[in-house]
């Protein structure tokens, strides 16, 4: 006697991510709307039942100036060269808070949104971007500061000030790299989290944000200080806008955008394997 085959078996499919699924460009197009949805949430929830509101997104880097300012006047070194300490230190800072607001948001993106992430599908990459996209709203505010700033200083308009947008695209290209590799760390380490904001607080000190490399870091140690990933864009946004300042250097271009795409590829294999079990482990 024979018995029908169950009608109730069915194929089974596994649809879980592959190795390449980071670098599907066109699905994360079609979410775009999703990025800018969350990164105007993180503005929102940053200034919300604030006093200054929007004004914080100046106040942090020229408080930041002021103090070194005071500190560099009370010490004999020349952090600037010859230019114009303010815009320059100005300038550093607002990159400088670019990586910090950046990394600090992109890096627990994944922990912070674990409610979302585990009830509905969407490409995971989309937090860190959306804080990336978030960062640099506060850096369109605070340059409108710094125009001001440059006239100010009487700072001449020159052909240079058209290539800056190109390296604070290339400092958000650092953040979201970075964010790519910290948010998938601190999904299964939550250490990560306490350690971040020390070492930040350091690398803002060995990286050319309240001075120029030439004027501080000696010759002989200059190219292990190029590896540096920020040295790079940092030094190209003052030649950029700042006449006078020392020009491009090249070297430290070069390992910077190096170091900056092989961080971005390897953290996108990074962060698609582990947005296969991302979901058990937050």
């Known amino acids: 006697m024979s018995f029908p085959a169950s009608r109730s078996a069915k194929p089974v499919y596994d649809i879980s991510p592959s190795a390449l699924h980071a670098f599907q460009f066109g699905e994360l197009w079609q979410y775009r709307h999703l990025a800018f949805l969350l990164a105007w949430r993180h503005i929102r929830a940053r200034y919300k039942q604030t006093v200054f509101g929007l004004l914080w997104a100046v106040i942090v880097p020229v408080a930041f100036t002021a103090i070194f300012v005071i500190f560099f006047k009370l010490v004999p070194t020349q952090p600037a060269g010859n230019l114009p300490y303010v815009p320059s230190a100005f300038a550093g800072m607002i990159l400088w808070q670019l990586f910090t607001r950046g990394v600090s948001e992109g890096a627990t993106s994944l922990t912070a949104n674990a409610a979302l992430i585990t009830k509905v599908y969407f490409p995971r990459i989309v937090l860190p971007l959306a804080a990336v996209i978030s960062a640099l709203f506060d850096v369109l505010i605070s340059l409108i500061l710094l125009a001001g ?42 250490d990560l989290r306490h350690a971040l904001p020390l070492i930040l607080q350091l690398g803002m000190f060995v990286s050319p944000v309240a001075y120029t490399t030439s004027a501080i870091v000696p010759q ?36 910077s955008l190096v170091i900056t795409a092989v961080l971005l590829v390897t953290g996108l294999l990074f962060f698609a394997r582990m947005e296969r079990t991302i979901v058990d482990r937050v």
Do not use: C, H
């Open 149 to 190: 700033v440059l006239v100010w200083f009487q700072i001449p308009l020159q052909m240079p000030m058209l290539m800056a947008p190109l390296f604070v695209i290339q400092v958000a290209l650092t953040v979201l790299a970075f964010s790519l590799w910290l948010s998938a760390i601190d999904g299964i380490f939550r």
């Open 220 to 255: 002989k140690w200059m190219w292990l200080y190029e590896y540096n990933p920020l040295v790079g864009p940092l030094e190209g946004f003052r030649w950029a806008l700042l006449q006078g300042a020392p020009a491009v250097n090249i070297s430290a271009e070069l390992k």
